[in-house]
């Protein structure tokens, strides 16, 4: 089973950029056909926020199309979110997982926070 991890979160102002990393602990991501990024805000659910699989194929939710840019590099066993024009409703916990099937479990995250 592959073990993911989440980095690069931070505070970053209004009209920012980050780019948050997701990296194979354990296992090979290329193991995983579609790979996504959520996010958790506090007092909502946990949505769905862009995801890519093997081919380079993508989805993006409404709120990160235009503005996010997911990618996986299968060579480095990573993925990451490139996030520009952060808005304060971004702010959130962000969380790497399988897409497309039921998660067992979710990793710690990596906490964002779009703030003058």
């Known amino acids: 089973q592959v073990q993911l991890v989440e980095s690069g979160g931070g505070l970053v102002q209004p009209g920012g950029s980050l780019i948050l990393s997701c990296a194979a602990a354990s296992g090979n991501i290329r193991s995983i056909n579609a790979l996504g990024w959520w996010s958790q805000a506090p007092g909502h659910w946990r949505e769905l926020v862009a995801a890519?699989?093997?081919?380079?194929?993508?989805l993006y939710s409404d709120i990160a199309r235009g503005r996010f840019t997911i990618s996986r590099d299968n060579a480095k066993n990573t993925m990451t979110l490139q996030m520009n024009s952060l808005k304060p409703e971004d702010t959130a916990v962000y969380y790497c997982n399988e897409y497309g099937k039921p998660a067992d479990s979710w990793g710690q995250g990596t906490q964002v926070t779009v703030s003058s």
């Open positions: 890519v699989d093997n081919g380079g194929s993508t």
